[in-house]
């Protein structure tokens, strides 16, 4: 792998972010929109960093496991963290370069077991008490997830949805243990945490029996689930899955399944951006089911082919799952999270271009002249409100983002290259 050798030849001086800012500023004025309200209630809005980009999912049970699951991580590039040190000291320097107050998204094997086997049956809070304290230092909160994949009780592709009664017991109770774990994290850091239920539980294969798993998956789910956990320590959440790789034709947890069930049970429902057929947009997806429930989860990824999770990019589906959040008035109610793993470029890299996406999205969303579009559309005008909306693709939305960078201590544009390019040379490059 060629290691980073971009170099910024000029950056724009703080007079000129300034200067810039100020013309975008007035711009946009004459269309209504207030740029400081959007750049303060920006910084309000956290973003999930989610821990495997940075270790390519490999956690700290098993040094030498794999994913499973039909997760699969390309690329080799090097300096991929090893420890739980490396790892923290990574999310530490992309956090640094990120606007804003950002959360870490755990998965169940990176805890603190040091150099122990603990069966993911046993996991307790106390596995994941360093975290806890690293993460009140360094983030807005922490969230959650059972790791139902990369273990022998998973190796037949069927978890929670199990024939066996005994592997089934298995799994719950290790998603039990992780709502403690969530909770846990949730009264120490004092923000809910937000313990996300996923499982690749399918099919290869067209199944006789598609009715069964789904009904053993209800059963587990609802066991999971008996004990109240205070709202404002832990958020339960579930995840849905279109396909994946040794799930092509038959996956349990399906759309239809969980949204279901979230409804009915008052859960917090996950679309997964890239958990969805590749044509298939889920911003559309976005208000129908805030139309049912209070909150949701959004893990926001980028699905080429099947679900590939690459890297986000500020593409035009991420620019209207954010619309659909503003416009909606869902701010606060919807929980941002990613979730995409590249070990082919420089992965932390790969961790700051996906948030800073992310957030740029939500500025756009921001920078929308919501009452004069709201009363063309009213009023039946929709030649007003497209062009409108053409309009605003040109608007200068880069000198309010770099005037935001400006006030969150960063430099502008893609100087932040420069400052990964150094860390890749002291500190990546001495990881063999």
């Given amino acids: ?24 500023r007035e711009r946009y004025a004459m269309l209504g929109i207030d740029t400081e309200w959007a750049m303060q209630a920006l910084a309000a809005i956290p973003i ?142 004092s923000t809910a945490c937000i313990t996300n239920v996923w499982v690749p539980d399918g099919m290869k294969d067209v199944p006789v029996d598609r009715l069964g798993p789904r009904k053993r998956l209800a059963e587990s789910l609802d066991r999971i689930f008996a004990k109240e956990i205070d709202p404002k320590k832990n958020l339960d959440a579930v995840e849905s899955k279109l396909f994946g790789i040794g799930a092509e034709s038959y996956t349990v947890g399906s759309h239809e399944f969980y949204l279901g069930y979230a409804i009915q049970n008052h859960k917090l429902y996950c679309l997964d951006a890239g958990h969805f057929h590749p044509t298939e947009s889920i911003s559309d997806k976005v208000s129908a089911i805030m139309c049912q429930l209070d909150e949701m989860l959004l893990h926001v990824s980028r699905g080429v082919r099947w679900d590939s999770d690459h890297v986000v990019t500020l593409s035009d589906e991420v620019v209207a799952i954010a619309q659909e959040v503003v416009r909606g008035g869902f701010l606060g109610k919807i929980h941002f999270g990613l979730d995409f793993f590249d070990a082919s470029i420089n992965r932390l890299a790969a961790w700051i271009i996906g948030t800073r996406a992310m957030i740029k999205a939500l500025l756009s969303a921001m920078l929308e002249p919501a009452e004069l579009l ?59």
């Fill in 48 to 189: 999930s960093l989610h821990c495997w980009q940075g270790d390519d999912v490999g956690g700290f049970e098993n040094p030498d496991a794999t994913p499973g699951g039909g997760i699969a991580v390309t690329g080799n590039y090097p300096g991929k963290a090893r420890t739980i040190k490396e790892l923290r000291r990574d999310v530490e320097k992309v956090l640094s370069l990120i606007p804003g107050k950002h959360r870490l998204n755990l998965h169940a094997i990176y805890g603190d077991f040091e150099g122990q086997k603990v069966e993911r049956d046993s996991i307790a809070p106390k596995h994941f008490e360093s975290w806890a304290a690293w993460a009140k230092e360094h983030t807005a909160g922490v969230d959650f997830n059972p790791t139902c994949f990369g273990h022998p009780k998973a190796a037949d592709g069927f978890t929670l949805s199990h024939q066996s009664q005994g592997v089934r017991d298995f799994w719950i109770e290790h998603c039990i243990a992780c709502r403690e774990i969530g909770a846990y994290f949730g009264e120490q850091l």
């Fill in 1 to 24: 792998m060629s290691p980073i050798q971009f170099h910024i030849r000029k950056n724009p001086t703080d007079q000129q972010v300034t200067e810039n800012y100020e013309i975008a």
């Fill in 374 to 432: 709201g009363d063309a559309e009213r009023s039946g005008d929709y030649t007003s409100r497209l062009a409108l909306l053409e309009e605003l693709k040109t608007l200068p939305m880069g000198a309010v983002w770099d005037r935001y960078l400006a006030g969150q201590g960063l430099a502008p544009g893609a100087a932040w290259l420069e400052e990964i390019a150094e860390y890749e040379t002291s500190e990546l490059s001495t990881r063999s």
